[in-house]
């Protein structure tokens, strides 16, 4: 169970949906994770593809960052600094690329922005993300921001995956690009895989953490030189 620190008036749920919402102003929109590349190179053309290739990108969410997040949570509830300084030190280890550290950096600071004047996290809680020191990445910080949250684990993660879910369907609607229907139907092959992701972040132990995807930290890097693009990942 995700506990509550301090005394907030907006419901769990409804919490939990707004930390989830593309609406949250972190910049989320700007970033295609080089899905904007896997078009470039013919690799995504489709709905049926780019629901293939997002569900590739789950999968390695799963056993990646939100496994770190399903071990930070708890963290921050314990204050446990030790183990928020592995996870921290992970997440800057793992960002294999100009884009990918660029992408979470940026969006672990602008959560960071918002998140300090909500009364959600306890001054004790934000000193101790200081501690650990800049830049804070984005898993870090919505760990925090979901440890807050009364909540089941399971649920939180469930919600951030279908938060990115939604940011990266968008991200394929303009870089495919797809309709709507179509934009909606790969959302429900995702949403279908989320729970069983999920399970998966949670039984991974943080030694089983990876991020290996050759492919993709290819495709990223073409990203950065491609000559026409809409993200900046």
Do not use: C
Request: cysteine-free; glycine content about 6%.
């Amino acid at each position: 169970m995700v506990t509550a620190t301090t005394t907030d008036p907006i419901a769990p749920m409804l919490r939990l949906m707004w930390l989830a919402s593309p609406a949250l102003p972190i910049g989320a929109f700007s970033y295609s994770e080089a899905l904007e590349a896997a078009v470039e190179h013919g690799l995504v053309h489709n709905d049926v593809s780019a629901a293939h290739w997002l569900s590739q990108q789950l999968a390695l969410l799963a056993r990646g960052d939100l496994a770190a997040m399903a071990h930070a949570i708890p963290a921050w509830q314990g204050g446990d600094e030790a183990t928020l300084r592995a996870i921290a030190d992970w997440l800057r280890q793992t960002r294999d690329g100009a884009e990918s550290r660029l992408q979470s950096e940026q969006m672990g600071q602008s959560l960071l922005v918002w998140l300090r004047p909500q009364g959600m996290a306890s001054a004790d809680q934000l000193a101790l993300l200081d501690r650990i020191g800049p830049p804070p990445h984005y898993a870090l910080v919505m760990s925090l921001a979901l440890a807050t949250v009364d909540v089941p684990l399971a649920q939180a993660l469930q919600a951030q995956a279908f938060g990115w879910a939604e940011n990266q369907v968008q991200a394929a609607l303009k870089a495919v690009p797809l309709g709507q229907t179509a934009g909606q139907r790969v959302l429900a092959r995702l949403a279908a895989e989320i729970p069983a992701a999920v399970a998966t972040a949670l039984a991974t132990p943080p030694h089983q953490r990876q991020l290996f995807a050759p492919m993709l930290s290819i495709l990223a890097a073409r990203h950065e030189t491609q000559y026409s693009r809409l993200f900046r990942s």
